[in-house]
C-alpha cells in the first residue's frame, strides 16, 4: 500500500496518527472556526469524500482517512490540500 | 454542587460522562448532518456557549460542558433542551 | 429553444417569470431559513450550477437561470427538483 | 428623525437608497461568498438584526433597514460595522 509519505510531508501541518491524516487550526473566535467548517462541509460533499470534523469554538480538528481501505488513500491528500487551500 | 440529574433524565439520549452532556444524532447523509451543525452554530453563539461538535458523514456527536467550572451547568441543560427543539 | 413547460407544471409553487424559474420559501425563523439556505449552497456547488438566493428572515426567494442560455435549463429543473426534496 | 450621514459617509461602500443601508460584495467564488454569508448569518442572528442578503454566485448584495419604523435605524448602522470586520 502507498504511503504517501512524501505528499504528507509537504502538507504543512498535518501528521500521520495511525491511518489518519490530521490538522488541528486555530482561529480567533467560533465564527471563523464555523466559517471555516462550512467552507470544508461544501467542497467536502463536492468530492464526495468526507473528513471527521471537530470544532470546539476556535480550534477546529481534521481527521482524513479512506473507510473502504483503512488508510489514507490519494483522496485524503487532494482533500488536504484543497482545506489548506481555504485558509 | 449541583448535578442536574433529573434534568438529564428528561432530556432524551442525552448522557452524563465524566464532566459532559453527550448524545449521537444520526441522520440521513451528510447534508442534512451539516445542517443541523449549522443550525447548532447559531444558536450556540446567540447564547455565548458552544458545544464541542464532532461531524462524521452522517453521525453528529454533542459534548456540552462548562470550562469554568469544570462540570455541568444549567447553561448545557439550556442549550440541550434547544439543540432538541431543532431536530 | 425548450420551454419546460410539463417539468414545469409538476413542481409545485414555482413559476417561470421571463428567462428564471421562481419559487419563494417561508420558514418559522430565519435559523430554519438559513439551514435550507446552506443546504442549497452545498447541492448547487456540487451540481456547478448556483441559484439566486435571497434571505428576508423567515422568507427565501430562489430564481433558476442559466446564464449562458439566457434562459430556463434542463440543469434549473434538476436543481429545482433536489431543492423540493429538501423540504 | 436621525439620518446617520456621518455614519454611513464612515462605512466604506455602504450608500442610502431609499429606507435602506446597501452594499454590494465581490469574492472570488460560490465558496467564499457563502462563507461570507454564514458569518453574517451568526451576527445578525445574536443581534436580533436580519439583513436582507441576496447571494448571486460570486456576489453578496446587503440591504438594511429597520421595518418597525421603515428606515435606517442605529442597530443598521452597528450591523454594518460588523459586517466590515469580517472582510
Redesign the interface.
Known sequence: MEDFEKEIKDLAGWEKVENKLSKNFKFKD???S??F???I??????MNH?P??????NSVHIDLTTHDINSISKNDIILARKIEELI
Open positions: 467560533f465564527i471563523e464555523f466559517s467548517v462550512t467552507r462541509a461544501i467542497i467536502s460533499e463536492k468526507h471527521d470534523i471537530t470544532i470546539s469554538y
